[in-house]
């Protein structure tokens, strides 16, 4: 007889997946087999497999050494965990961290998560940093991923969240689906906005081209097209540039980059839905090579808010050649209070 002893990364789960996850190797018919003959046993008692699990449960399981053995393969987690183990991470920047979440400032160019196979995204960057400092360990690796919960732009910079265990998982997807997160953005765009507004309208994604299409009526749109909100509040400006505070309403693809630029005020650098010829002096002048669309700040419903500061980028631009304080400061910046 083995016993498994379930640790606090691995609670919240039910016993099904988690026997799912542990016997790789196994079919999910053998598992439920295996616990209608109470070869597999919760605290000493028969078990569904529906069972919520707890820290300091305890799994019987009857095999053979030899069952045991097979039924947990491995082989496949052994080499992506290796292979996680030779990532550098010393470049990932961890703005929060607890017991459960973290939240890292994701750099302009950098994907979220790989698009390919042989792509290294933050994710990846992510679970390197957490096997180095022992909080990701070759066996809770086999019970649960880490992973990114939300996702930015590839050109777009700063926040990101991600679970650091099976629990904060789970309160980060719960939060995000619900919209119960506050998403706070800064960008630069072109012209001067003086008043806080309200942007209502419906986005449709042409999929084929990665590119969405944005209307205040949604008949202007094909079938398909989705509601969509987005606030901004002026923060500073300088001649025909202004310094926004984004609140993202509902979370659409492209839907900040897209909606200010429907109302004549693109994102500076963006490619896609910016202005062509402004980039290109920008570029010149700055080095500006994408949207400058950081995000900023993400309020959770239990009060924390955790603040990324955009990068230096933003003052070169904003301030232009006289426009900084002594102490590298923006002039003029309104309160974000």
Same mark, same amino acid.
């Given at each position: 007889?083995?016993? %498994?002893?379930?640790?606090?990364?691995?609670? #919240?789960? $039910?016993?099904?997946?988690?026997?799912?996850?542990?016997?790789?190797?196994?079919?999910?018919?053998?598992?439920?087999?295996?616990?209608?003959?109470?070869?597999?046993?919760?605290?000493?008692?028969?078990?569904?497999? $529906?069972?919520?699990?707890?820290?300091?449960?305890?799994?019987?399981?009857?095999?053979?050494?030899?069952?045991?053995?097979?039924?947990?393969? #491995?082989?496949?987690?052994?080499?992506?965990?290796?292979?996680?183990?030779?990532?550098?991470?010393?470049?990932?920047?961890?703005?929060?961290?607890?017991?459960?979440?973290?939240?890292?400032?994701? *750099?302009?160019?950098?994907?979220?998560?790989?698009?390919?196979?042989?792509?290294?995204?933050?994710?990846?960057?992510?679970?390197?940093?957490?096997?180095?400092?022992?909080?990701?360990?070759?066996?809770?690796?086999? &019970?649960?991923?880490?992973?990114?919960?939300?996702?930015?732009?590839?050109?777009?910079?700063?926040?990101?969240?991600?679970?650091?265990?099976?629990?904060?998982?789970?309160?980060?997807?719960?939060?995000?689906?619900?919209?119960?997160?506050?998403?706070?953005?800064?960008? %630069?765009?072109?012209?001067?906005?003086?008043?806080?507004?309200?942007?209502?309208?419906?986005?449709?994604?042409?999929?084929?081209?990665?590119?969405?299409?944005?209307?205040?009526?949604?008949?202007?749109? *094909?079938?398909?097209?989705?509601?969509?909100?987005?606030?901004?509040?002026?923060?500073?400006?300088?001649?025909?540039?202004?310094?926004?505070?984004?609140?993202?309403?509902?979370?659409?693809?492209?839907?900040?980059?897209?909606?200010?630029?429907?109302?004549?005020? *693109? %994102?500076? #650098?963006?490619?896609?839905? +910016?202005?062509?010829?402004?980039?290109?002096?920008?570029?010149?002048?700055? +080095?500006?090579?994408?949207?400058? &669309?950081?995000?900023?700040?993400?309020?959770?419903?239990?009060?924390?808010? %955790?603040?990324?500061?955009?990068?230096?980028?933003?003052?070169?631009?904003?301030?232009?050649?006289?426009?900084?304080?002594?102490?590298?400061?923006?002039?003029? $910046?309104?309160?974000?209070?």
């Amino acid at each position: 007889m083995r016993e %498994i002893s379930i640790t606090k990364e691995e609670a #919240g789960q $039910r016993l099904d997946k988690f026997l799912c996850k542990y016997f790789r190797a196994a079919t999910t018919s053998f598992l439920y087999k295996m616990l209608r003959k109470k070869n597999i046993v919760l605290n000493q008692k028969r078990a569904e497999g $529906r069972e919520l699990l707890s820290e300091g449960d305890r799994i019987q399981v009857f095999f053979s050494d030899e069952t045991f053995e097979r039924m947990r393969g #491995g082989d496949h987690q052994d080499q992506a965990f290796f292979t996680l183990k030779e990532i550098d991470y010393r470049h990932v920047h961890v703005i929060y961290e607890d017991e459960d979440i973290l939240a890292l400032d994701k *750099p302009a160019g950098c994907l979220s998560q790989r698009a390919g196979q042989k792509d290294i995204s933050l994710n990846e960057e992510m679970l390197a940093y957490l096997i180095a400092k022992g909080a990701l360990t070759r066996e809770s690796y086999f &019970l649960f991923h880490p992973s990114v919960a939300n996702r930015l732009d590839r050109n777009t910079s700063g926040l990101i969240l991600a679970g650091k265990t099976l629990r904060g998982q789970q309160y980060l997807s719960e939060q995000l689906r619900d919209r119960s997160v506050i998403k706070l953005y800064h960008t %630069i765009v072109r012209g001067r906005l003086t008043e806080e507004l309200q942007l209502d309208g419906y986005l449709y994604k042409d999929v084929g081209r990665n590119q969405v299409l944005v209307s205040e009526k949604k008949e202007d749109l *094909p079938e398909g097209a989705q509601e969509i909100h987005t606030a901004y509040r002026p923060l500073d400006h300088r001649k025909d540039l202004t310094l926004l505070e984004v609140h993202l309403m509902t979370g659409r693809s492209h839907q900040i980059r897209a909606h200010l630029a429907s109302i004549g005020h *693109p %994102i500076a #650098g963006d490619p896609k839905y +910016g202005d062509f010829h402004w980039n290109q002096i920008l570029r010149r002048k700055y +080095g500006v090579r994408g949207q400058l &669309l950081h995000s900023y700040s993400i309020k959770l419903p239990d009060g924390r808010e %955790i603040i990324c500061p955009e990068g230096e980028i933003y003052r070169r631009v904003l301030s232009g050649q006289d426009g900084c304080a002594r102490d590298g400061t923006l002039k003029n $910046r309104k309160s974000q209070t």
